[in-house]
T-cell receptor, first 116, second 118 residues
Framework: DTGVSQDPRHKITKRGQNVTFRCDPI?????LYWYRQTLGQGPEFLTY????????KSRLLSDRFSAERPKGSFSTLEIQRTEQGDSAMYLC??????????????FGEGSRLTVL | AQKVTQAQTEISVVEKEDVTLDCVYE???????LFWYKQPPSGELVFLIR??????QNEISGRYSWNFQKSTSSFNFTITASQVVDSAVYFC???????????????FGQGTILTVHP
């Protein structure tokens, strides 16, 4: 399978703990995005990378959140000192750069976070 | 700021009925892209269609068709002869146009839950 993969698929943690999610994009895609989706809502943009450079961050991404893409391949999203309001599905997507292709996003199946 | 509104929260139909999902958007951009994505129970968003703001030609693809009307800022999606496998959450989304293609920062609507009963 050469789609976008995310790990773990489910994470249950206690308030105050740190969690990290990993995303492996489609190999030839140089753009990678993180979105957050809460129950009954559409996904909301968090941040995106072009290769290893983080080019935009949403105001939703508080200072407890940090995302990296160290070698321009996989990415991690870390949430420190989790709060119950962080409970959501964290979706990763990848695409070719705007200069190539249609810009269509390919999404992974998401990582569901539950903060107790 | 961009905004996408899907007024229908849930739709329930019987198999073989036609169903239309409504989408209304707001943007100050003169060029932009519109999308429909499907989210089955597995959670993975599946791309269905993309339209740019210059292309108001409506399209039919198999059982799917789209009606884009720039004058009313609407981008509706119709499934003809619905099937049980069409049951999913459907999202309309909007993005800026940069360099002749879509910028991947999408603004999604709230989604419409479609249930097709046998």
């Amino acid at each position: 399978d050469t789609g976008v993969s995310q790990d773990p698929r489910h994470k249950i943690t206690k308030r105050g703990q740190n969690v990290t999610f990993r995303c492996d994009p489609i190999s030839e895609h140089n753009r990678l995005y993180w979105y957050r989706q809460t129950l009954g809502q559409g996904p909301e943009f968090l941040t995106y990378f072009q290769n290893e450079a983080q080019l935009e961050k949403s105001r939703l991404l508080s200072d407890r959140f940090s995302a990296e893409r160290p070698k321009g391949s996989f990415s991690t999203l870390e949430i420190q000192r989790t709060e119950q309001g962080d409970s959501a599905m964290y979706l990763c997507a990848s695409s070719l750069s705007v200069s190539v292709g249609t810009g269509e996003l390919f999404f992974g199946e998401g990582s569901r976070l539950t903060v107790l | 700021a961009q905004k996408v509104t899907q007024a229908q929260t849930e739709i329930s139909v019987v198999e073989k009925e036609d169903v239309t999902l409504d989408c209304v958007y707001e943007t100050r951009d003169t060029t932009y892209y519109l999308f429909w994505y499907k989210q089955p129970p597995s959670g993975e968003l599946v791309f269905l269609i993309r339209r740019n703001s210059f292309d108001e030609q409506n399209e039919i693809s198999g059982r799917y068709s789209w009606n884009f009307q720039k004058s009313t800022s609407s981008f509706n999606f119709t499934i003809t002869a619905s099937q049980v496998v069409d049951s999913a959450v459907y999202f309309c989304a909007l993005s800026e146009e940069i360099g002749g293609t879509s910028y991947g920062k999408l603004t999604f609507g709230q989604g419409t839950i479609l249930t097709v009963h046998p």
